[in-house]
């Protein structure tokens, strides 16, 4: 034990690494807590003039044995100006944008798509309007050109989270190929 | 801490100085220069200090406990002395006190001291127990006031201790008060800077006008000091926990 470091230590006068060391020493070792307790003496003596000679210490550490641990669960602090923390909010608010401003892109692309294919010739790719409102089951099915995959996605479309926007039937533009 | 008292514990101990008034300058200019704003470095407050063994605590390291308890167990003890009738009565109060305080601590936010914290659980407890003993517990405020803290019962405690606890207590105080009357003059300014006057170390290198290092050297030195003439009165013996 470094009883220089355990001086300094009762003063708050250690870095991180060197308290670990301490209380290390402190869990480990009778004499650096005597010590300990000794340099605390001290101090009281000077700022008090007198001091209560009472040793309960040992007693009281007989009786924590008995204890059950009083285990607290660790909080985790979000300090309210930290730079991490901004980062985080900004993040997620341009995660939030993106996803909006593709999914409008999606929108627009499988609408404009097939009117630039009209114009040219023949439509290869059917256009189906995913919302079951406006086009049931049973119609994206026939659109599918009877292809199992196509039914099964016409099936489950009315489940799926992006309900009401356009979508392609690519198993079924490729049918029609 | 007032300039004036910076001065005059500085006085006998450093370098000579024709007056006090130039004393005070001396370290007037020090404190509006360098003492105040010194609160650099690494140093961590004791409530800090107290904070970290309780958070150790929490997680379940009951030795870090342990720690407080014998760092404020005296402390803890007087305050129980002043309700209860003898020192055993306080023993076993001061030591239920501090097993009540292990049960909270979970309870514990650090939103004030630990040791307010568990002055105000000492001062439930001595109630408690004097109410169990069919005895009356002061209703007075002035022992829920936290100044109550530092309260002077020097006298007090002559009268509450056994005559050998008030022997003990006496030859502690002499033991200590006569080894800083022995030690050379820089060391025991360090530590009556320190202990007295609470300044962290870059206040009293400043002060003392050295390297840190040196600070730390010589209130190690002059703890080392004092402690070795302590040991064989606290009866320190290699089979006891302390």
């Not at chain 1, 060391?21 to 700022?47: F, K, P």
């Not at chain 2, 502690?172 to 300044?199: D, K, Q």
């Amino acid at each position: 034990m470094n009883r220089e470091h355990l001086s300094a230590h009762v003063d708050g006068e250690l870095d991180e690494p060197q308290q670990r060391v301490i209380l290390a020493d402190l869990r480990n070792d009778v004499d650096a807590v005597q010590t300990w307790n000794t340099y605390h003496m001290i101090g009281e003596v000077l700022r008090e003039k007198r001091v209560l000679h009472m040793d309960v210490a040992g007693r009281v550490a007989q009786a924590l044995i008995r204890e059950p641990t009083p285990l607290v669960p660790k909080a985790r602090r979000l300090h309210a100006s930290t730079p991490a923390r901004w980062l985080a909010v900004a993040a997620a608010v341009a995660v939030v944008a993106l996803s909006t401003r593709l999914l409008q892109w999606n929108d627009l692309s499988g609408s404009v798509a097939p009117v630039a294919q009209n114009t040219a010739s023949a439509p290869p790719t059917q256009v189906v309007q995913a919302n079951p409102a406006l086009n049931p089951p049973a119609q994206l099915a026939q659109a599918g050109n009877n292809s199992e995959a196509g039914a099964y996605v016409a099936m489950h479309h009315q489940w799926s989270p992006l309900s009401g926007f356009q979508a392609v039937d690519y198993v079924g533009a490729g049918a029609a190929r | 801490m007032t300039t004036t008292s910076i001065a005059e514990n500085l006085l006998p101990y450093t370098t000579p100085r024709d007056t006090v008034d130039d004393a005070v300058r001396w370290a007037a200019g020090l404190t509006a220069q360098s003492v105040t704003p010194l609160k650099v470095g690494s140093r961590m407050t004791d409530r800090e200090l107290d904070q970290q063994l309780v958070a150790r605590a929490q997680a379940g390291d009951k030795h870090a406990f342990e720690l407080l308890v014998v760092k404020y167990q005296r402390k803890l003890g007087r305050l129980v002395s002043r309700l209860v009738r003898n020192s055993a009565e306080a023993e076993d109060v001061t030591q239920e006190a501090f097993i009540k305080a292990y049960r909270a601590l979970g309870a514990f936010r650090g939103d004030s001291a630990f040791y307010t914290w568990l002055y105000r659980i000492g001062i439930n407890t001595a109630k408690n127990y004097l109410v169990a003993q069919g005895r009356r517990a002061p209703t007075t405020t002035a022992m829920d006031n936290e100044e109550a803290e530092n309260f002077e019962d020097a006298e007090r405690l002559h009268d509450f201790n056994t005559p050998e606890a008030e022997l003990m207590s006496r030859q502690i105080a002499e033991t200590v008060n006569a080894s800083m009357e022995a030690l050379p003059e820089e060391l025991r300014t360090a530590i009556r800077l320190r202990e007295i006057e609470g300044l962290s170390y870059d206040e009293i290198a400043s002060l003392m006008n050295c390297p840190i290092g040196t600070v730390r050297s010589r209130i190690f030195r002059a703890r080392e000091a004092i402690a070795e003439r302590l040991r064989p009165q606290l009866d320190i013996s290699k089979d006891r926990r302390w």
